[in-house]
């Protein structure tokens, strides 16, 4: 079947709506997210069994905490992370013997026994195929100058890594996640809830419920990046963008563009891409080039330590390329469904654009007739007058 032959009922559809439903498409689903989470809890379990004096502190990580997860391609598995903090000092204990103290806890259960692998900051545990994901468990100390802060251990290079995880997502993400962009009064868009977290535990913070990943704007921007990001770096894994360098400059990009107003939601995602390598700093000479994303809440951190002129030459190339799909598609907007869907599906594939269109089309009815769809004040919100039949970028509710 053709894609310019579906049938879609009256309704105006934005093309990020589309996209929303490819990547939920993407996550780890409610079966998957609930098995993860009975891992989780499982390891946690095993790791409070350490020697209580060492106060050990458990929390996810990550994408995970984030709500960016995004399946990886070619048959690969969800990289979840969880941190297992111990109260003791760096500066007494090195890397190795940290690190060890985890890896000997978690084999002394004979089922991680088996499963543990090392891994330069983390002990990943590789559950069988089906499972669909690995479990990485990076060991943490305080940081002894700083008390907000941790370290982690480098193995490779017999260090302390300074390391702020928990502030990152609910400090810097989060925060500007719940900023929503503010689009022109003309204009009416469908709400988009922020994710929200449950509170850590004294000894184990659970997992977010499966229930709270219902995108942000940022949230969904993040995971779209990332896929294109998969698929274009396939071939080159070496000089792909790590995610946490992708998540920090995006944010950075939505926070400088929130307090302007935009037509639409498209428009407003279309510049946040653009803006992308202003949140890159290059110092030195060319051909001696040093580029750094620094960690926004800890100055120690730098995402782009390890890369070089080729990392950078790369970089500019994929953004290059995504950001002239993301206007092709802004400029297909008026020129009928037909020109729209197929535009999707250079960037996203036929048959994702085709599945997903199939099945935003029943929902955009069911939510409209439940008069669920609502704006307020010209942004993005919960409350306010009935939104038409039209759906776009965020969550449906």
């Known amino acids: 079947m053709n894609i310019t032959e579906l049938k879609y009922r009256s309704v105006a559809i934005n093309p990020l709506a589309v996209i929303d439903r490819i990547i939920a498409d993407l996550e780890l689903s409610q079966t998957q997210y609930e098995d993860a989470t009975e891992s989780y809890n499982a390891v946690a379990d095993v790791l409070k069994k350490i020697n209580p004096e060492l106060r050990p502190s458990i929390f996810p990580q990550g994408s ?5 997860t995004v399946r990886p391609i070619q048959g690969e598995r969800f990289d979840l992370d969880m941190v297992c903090w111990l109260f003791v000092s760096g500066k007494i204990h090195t890397p190795d013997q940290v690190f060890n103290h985890v890896w000997d806890t978690l084999g002394q259960n004979e089922t991680y026994r088996q499963m543990r692998v090392k891994k330069n900051r983390c002990i990943r545990l590789e559950y069988a195929p089906d499972r669909k994901f690995y479990l990485d ?3 943490a100390v305080p940081d002894w100058a700083q008390t907000d802060l941790l370290y982690v251990p480098d193995r490779e290079r017999k260090k302390w890594c300074s390391s702020h995880p ?5 400090d810097f993400f989060k925060k500007a996640a719940e900023t929503l962009p503010t689009i022109r009064p003309d204009v009416l868009i469908a709400n988009a ?10 000894y184990v913070e659970p997992m977010p419920e499966f229930g709270a990943f219902e995108k942000t704007p940022l949230q969904r921007i993040v995971q779209m990046l990332k896929r294109d990001r998969d698929v274009y770096f ?10 946490i360098l992708l998540t920090t400059i995006i944010t950075q990009s939505y926070s400088s563009l929130i307090n302007q107003s935009f037509r639409d939601l498209l428009e407003f995602v279309v510049r946040v891409v653009e803006k992308l390598p202003e949140f890159i700093f290059v110092t030195g000479e060319p051909g001696a080039r040093k580029f750094h994303v620094i960690n926004p809440v800890n100055s120690q951190e730098d995402f782009a330590e390890g890369w070089n002129e080729q990392h950078y030459k790369r970089f500019r190339i994929w953004h290059g390329r ?3 799909s993301l206007q092709s598609l802004q400029k297909s907007k008026g020129l009928g469904q037909d020109v729209m869907f197929n535009r999707l599906s250079e960037s996203f594939g036929k048959d994702n654009v085709v599945r997903a269109a199939k099945a935003f089309g029943a929902d955009t009815s069911a939510l409209h007739e439940a008069s669920k769809l609502r704006i307020a004040g010209g ?3 919960s409350v306010g007058a009935v939104v038409p039949k039209t759906i776009y970028f965020g969550s449906e509710k």
Do not use: I, W, Y
């Not at 928990?166 to 609910?170: I, W």
């Open 64 to 68: 995970m905490r984030l709500g960016t």
């Open 137 to 139: 468990v990076t060991p």
């Open 166 to 170: 928990k502030a990152f997502c609910d």
């Open 193 to 202: 809830r922020s994710a929200t977290f449950l509170n850590a535990s004294a």
């Open 234 to 243: 396939q071939e080159d894994t070496a000089h792909r963008p790590s995610s």
């Open 322 to 324: 995504v950001t002239a």
């Open 379 to 381: 942004a993005v919100g």
